[in-house]
């Protein structure tokens, strides 16, 4: 999943490391790079992303993305209120996919 950023980041970096490059076109590529960053966080390109996974996982005869283990944060930090689980590993993922959009943008 972390391709899909990071190919826009090295685009990016090339386009500003350009010998031929001005300060308007830099300015237009990082519009750009927001602007697919922005296309990204959505569920339906997630949901997408997430399908690819599963089937080149299923290609390659490798595990599925599941939960990781399930642990109980100390009680100092939760009191008496049960801990959060994840549904599906889909759910979690999909958290984890906005963060990291949201961090890059």
């Known amino acids: 999943m972390a391709i899909l950023v990071l190919d826009l980041?090295?685009?990016?970096?090339r386009?500003?490391?350009?010998s031929r490059s001005s300060v308007s076109a830099i300015i237009t590529a990082m519009q750009?790079?927001?602007?697919?960053l922005a296309e990204l966080?959505?569920?339906?390109?997630?949901?997408?992303v997430f399908?690819?996974?599963v089937s080149t996982c299923q290609d390659l005869d490798i595990p599925?993305?599941?939960?990781?283990?399930?642990?109980?944060?100390?009680?100092?930090?939760t009191g008496q209120a049960a801990a959060?689980?994840?549904?599906s590993a889909e759910d979690y993922f999909k958290c984890h996919?906005?963060?990291?959009?949201?961090?890059?943008v």
């Open 9 to 13: 980041f090295e685009n990016l970096n």
């Open 15 to 18: 386009a500003a490391q350009s």
């Open 32 to 36: 750009t790079t927001a602007d697919a």
């Open 41 to 48: 966080r959505t569920d339906d390109a997630f949901k997408e």
């Open 51 to 53: 399908a690819d996974v």
């Open 64 to 77: 599925l993305p599941k939960l990781p283990r399930q642990r109980r944060p100390p009680q100092r930090f």
């Open 84 to 87: 959060h689980n994840w549904q």
């Open 97 to 104: 996919f906005f963060q990291f959009i949201d961090n890059s």
